[in-house]
């Protein structure tokens, strides 16, 4: 009788067994979501600086040498380039300033090649800045030659006495 009894309890224990499903590993586990804390950092990037370093003009041959002038206005901040002429000032196609404001703003505008003709970069339209602001002049002439004649930057000033 105990026999029997005993191989009853197995028989349970193992029916038992087979229906919890405990009796064999699949080898896959549900991972438990792991919550990690996260570091916010505050990151400010900003436009690279625009470039308002000067750089050398070219040599223009006597022969094809015109001059222009470029002037900030200390009030305003708008900024004039006038064509002043010069001995190659027939030969001239076109003349192209282009301004690179303190914003980083980058435009260019055509002047006729007459004497006294100009361009004017206004700060209400965001081509020139009350700051510091680089200019640059190109002369191209009909031979297909071009020259770069000013670059320089001009910054608002008064003059005190």
Do not use: H
């Not at 000067?54 to 022969?63: I, L, M, R, S, Y």
């Not at 339209?125 to 670059?151: H, L, N, P, Q, W």
């Amino acid at each position: 009788m105990i026999k029997k009894v005993s191989i009853i309890l197995i028989v349970l224990f193992i029916g038992m067994i087979c229906i919890a499903g405990c009796t064999s590993d699949s080898g896959e586990t549900t991972p438990t979501p792991t919550v990690l804390p996260v570091e916010t950092t505050a990151s400010t990037t900003s436009a690279p600086a625009p470039d308002l370093m000067p750089q050398p003009t070219d040599v223009v041959p006597t022969t094809q040498f015109v001059e222009v002038a470029a002037s900030k206005d200390p009030i305003t901040g708008d900024i004039t380039v006038t064509f002043r002429g010069g001995k190659g000032q027939d030969q001239v196609n076109d003349i192209k300033a282009t301004v690179i404001s303190a914003s980083g703003a980058t435009t260019t505008k055509y002047i006729e090649p007459n004497v006294n003709a100009e361009a004017v970069f206004t700060v209400d339209d965001g081509e020139a800045t009350k700051g510091e602001d680089r200019i640059m002049v190109t002369v191209s002439f009909y031979d297909g030659t071009s020259y770069k004649i000013y670059d320089d930057t001009l910054s608002r000033s008064r003059t005190t006495n």
